[in-house]
């Protein structure tokens, strides 16, 4: 018979109460309103930090957008430009090298100097010269290269004017300033306002800027040969680092045994993602160019570089997205007599594809923002032409952005800025594209 009496209902009616009255003490409600009020300052600093972030953001991004809209928009002037024949082809060969040669930016000189016949004087015709940008010399000899019929007639020509005129026409340029404190003095102005007011002046929008390569000239300055580079060094790296970190992956996660050398390797991809980028471009620099001999500045170089430093993100990623198959999918096909080989090509790895893709365009994204590993290998180089090939000498855009950036002209800060904002469309749309392939081709098990 047992000591231990049961518990009657009015026994239980009253140690329930009594632990009510234990929580109702002043003490107990004094704590319990402390963690409230503490879980309340946490969900508020949590609050301020993201409203914090988001603010800064959307700071940077109202900073760089507003410097780079100057750079969509160029000023251009319409001139008469007589072509010529003493000074283009005195001989009247028709000779395509001899007009080559030839001195057009001296036609658009006597041109200014027609418009202008008061300016007489060396100094001022030096000015005067400075409203024009050097541009002008190239338009006009490609137009008489493709017609040599021009030779010896009076064209209407519109050409691009001078960076610091064309910062003065957008407003970037406080012309109320003393002239000791401007780069454009009084005589300067006075001829670009009799241009205003001729109707020669206009402001188009820079197709430049999206078509044309690098220059030393901020108004002549464009992307189109740093995009162009980096197209070529991203198809090198996802042509190298996609099939070998998703074998690599799937060697892993599928078929290497469980050992120390399996597990060391795990080990070290873990600690390759953390190695800083530059390592990679020293690697380069030291086994693809200087013990390889492979071209330097090219696509080829950057993109093996990029790709070894893309490996490490593209392996964890497949290898998460390999995980994450359920092991149901493995041994219902190896119920049925697959074989390892096929429940992995047929079953599981299709089954991945949708985080492993996702993996590779995050890795790919964080790629094409890196500089310093390029920079080790070359691609830093002023490219005036568009590359054609992998081995053609090449920079790509972050490269471009960073070489720009040390540039004194005001001009160079809006094509920064311009830049950045390309560069940064295209990390959106790839992240966002990770984004719709994962939503899309989702499977929840």
Same mark, same amino acid.
Not at 73 to 89: N, P, R
Not at 209 to 225: D, V
Not at 270 to 279: D, Q, R, T, Y
């Given at each position: 018979?047992?000591?231990?009496? @049961? ?72 001139? &008469? ?84 005129? &064309? ?18 003095? &009084? ?75 399996? &597990?060391?390797? @795990? ?122 090939? *992998? ?20 001009? *160079? ?33």
């Amino acid at each position: 018979m047992s000591d231990i009496a @049961e518990p009657t209902p009015m026994g239980i009616a009253q140690a329930t109460a009594g632990h009510r009255d234990i929580h109702q003490t002043p003490e107990a409600i004094a704590r319990r309103q402390r963690r409230y009020r503490s879980e309340a300052r946490f969900k508020y600093y949590g609050i301020a930090g993201i409203a914090a972030a988001i603010s800064m953001l959307i700071v940077l991004l109202v900073s760089i957008a507003s410097e780079s809209f100057s750079a969509f928009t160029q000023t251009f002037v319409t001139i &008469d430009v007589t072509i010529d024949q003493a000074t283009v082809d005195p001989n009247e060969s028709g000779d395509p090298s001899v007009i080559g040669r030839a001195s057009f930016q001296t036609l658009a000189n006597n041109t200014l100097y027609a418009l202008f016949p008061d300016v007489s004087d060396r100094r001022a015709r030096r000015a005067l010269r400075a409203l024009l940008s050097p541009g002008v010399e190239f338009e006009l000899r490609r137009r008489v290269m493709e017609d040599p019929s021009l030779v010896g007639q009076t064209i209407s020509i519109t050409v691009e004017m001078s960076d610091d005129f &064309d910062q003065l026409h957008k407003g970037l340029i406080d012309r109320t300033l003393p002239e000791a404190q401007r780069r454009i003095n &009084d005589l300067q102005l006075s001829w670009y306002d009799q241009l205003v007011s001729e109707g020669l002046i206009e402001t188009q929008f820079n197709w430049r800027f999206f078509s044309g390569a690098n220059s030393r000239y901020p108004e002549l300055a464009g992307i189109w040969a740093a995009l162009v580079g980096s197209l070529l060094t991203m198809a090198v790296t996802l042509g190298l680092a996609f099939p070998i970190g998703v074998a690599a992956a799937v060697y892993l996660e599928e078929f290497a045994p469980k050992n120390w050398f399996t &597990d060391m390797i @795990e080990v070290n991809i873990n600690n390759l993602a953390a190695v800083p980028s530059i390592v990679f471009g020293l690697l380069g620099l030291a086994v693809f160019i200087q013990f390889f001999g492979m071209p330097n500045s090219s696509p080829l170089v950057g993109g093996m570089v990029i790709a070894l430093m893309t490996l490490p993100t593209i392996i964890i990623a497949s290898r998460a997205a390999l995980k994450a198959v359920p092991p149901s999918i493995r041994e219902a096909a190896l119920g049925v007599g697959a074989s390892k080989i096929q429940v992995v090509s047929h079953h599981v790895l299709p089954l991945a594809m949708p985080g492993i893709l996702t993996g590779t365009i995050i890795g790919m994204a964080q790629a094409l923002g890196e500089t310093a590993p390029l920079l080790m290998v070359g691609m830093v180089i002023f490219i005036t032409s568009i590359p054609s090939g *992998f081995t053609d000498p090449s920079t790509v855009l972050p490269v471009q952005i960073f070489s720009w950036a040390g540039n004194p002209e005001r001009g *160079f800060v809006a094509l920064t800025s311009a830049a950045i904002m390309v560069l940064l469309t295209f990390l959106i749309v790839m992240n966002a594209l990770a984004i719709y392939l994962r939503k899309k081709f989702e499977r929840r098990w």
